[in-house]
């Protein structure tokens, strides 16, 4: 199944965390946080001015973004968990 989001909606998978600290220590999963990186799987065409032109999307499809932790809403699409938001929750695009 494909799925493309609508205006300036973006499809995001989230990126695994390290299991270690920096010290080494191994962090159980009961307390990791979510990460705040992820992949975008596809964007829409984004949003419309008022003229009803439409604004150019800042974000393609493989970008490696960092995202607000509480940001977009959870979606899962043939079994896997991925994030759907504006792309306006987006802070940027990793290098």
């Known amino acids: 199944m494909a799925f ?3 205006h300036d909606r973006v499809v ?3 990126t695994e965390s390290d299991e270690k600290t920096a010290g ?7 307390a990791k ?5 992820g992949l975008v799987i596809s964007v829409g ?3 419309r ?7 150019a999307m800042d974000v393609k499809a493989g970008d490696k973004i960092l995202f607000g932790r509480w940001s ?3 979606i899962t699409l043939e079994g896997e ?3 759907i938001m504006k792309e306006s929750d987006i802070m940027g695009v990793i290098a």
């Not at 946080?33 to 990186?37: F, L, R, S, T, V």
């Open 33 to 37: 946080e979510k990460p705040a990186e």
């Open 81 to 83: 968990e991925l994030l």
């Open 12 to 14: 995001i998978r989230r």
């Open 45 to 47: 065409a984004g949003a």
């Open 4 to 6: 493309t989001p609508l």
């Open 49 to 55: 001015d008022e003229d009803g032109g439409r604004i």
């Open 72 to 74: 977009g809403t959870e």
């Open 24 to 30: 080494g220590l191994i962090i159980p999963d009961s």
